[in-house]
């Protein structure tokens, strides 16, 4: 009977220090619920540096100083971009990375936006692939004499930093001339198999026909980014590959959610080696 009056009395009681109780061991149930609370979603406009070949370095756009790139860093509006020779870099964009860059040697480019992707090309080669795109978003190559891009294309970009060579492999490309003075001078559209070349900013860009080899080495090229994309994908869900977000300076891998891919913030290491790049 003692009992019984105690339990009545003290019935919320019980239920307040059960509910903590169970709130606690929940809490330190394991490491994934610390994972899961820190949950950043990889945003579709993302762009992460997925390959490294050669000498390729970054730079801050309120840096001054140009840093080593390694693959798995995230890139933002600002950044700078440069290769060395022999030297090549594949950046990913959005959760699939649909839309990649193939940055070639001796290239120079600043990334003026990552979501619309609009970069600046100041001077080398860029391969661009552009497989899915929402119906606002645009993709846009600058050089200092022309702008091209397209919605769902492949092309190749190249410029002295005065004269333009466009090739274009898959649909159609866009093609603006201009002067240094931003004015637009020109204007066509570049179809699979076509190369558009500028050789003066004053005179309208030349329409050629493509050389077969140049089409069969981007398909080439082509698949084997599919496959190495693919195998980053499976890498990152198995923890093998690491995406570093340098804005929140911390380290976390991708894994998927009810079909989307989130990153997982990693809890600190006791050397706090996920805070050195900023």
Known sequence: MFLLRFLKRNFIGIIIIGLLLGAFAYMHSGKDMTIEEEVIILETYDAVLLFVG???????GN???WVDATSGITL???????????SWAEVGFGVDFKNALKIKEKTRLDFIEVGPVSVDLLKGEIRSLVEHLDEESSFEIKTPTAICGARGTGWDTWTDGIQVAVNAYENEVYFHSMTQEGIITDYKVV????????KDPDSPAEIEELKEEKCEEWCDWKDDFGER????KHDIVEGRYKIT???ATKV???KQDNGDWQLMILPPEEDDSTEEDE
């Open 229 to 232: 994309r693919e195998s980053v």
């Open 54 to 60: 050669g000498d390729v370095k970054i730079r801050d």
């Open 63 to 65: 840096a001054t100083e």
């Open 245 to 247: 977000k340098r804005t």
């Open 252 to 254: 976390g891998v991708l």
């Open 191 to 198: 179809k699979a198999g076509q190369s558009c070349i500028l």
């Open 76 to 86: 933002n509006a600002g950044d700078n971009l440069k290769t060395g020779d022999d």
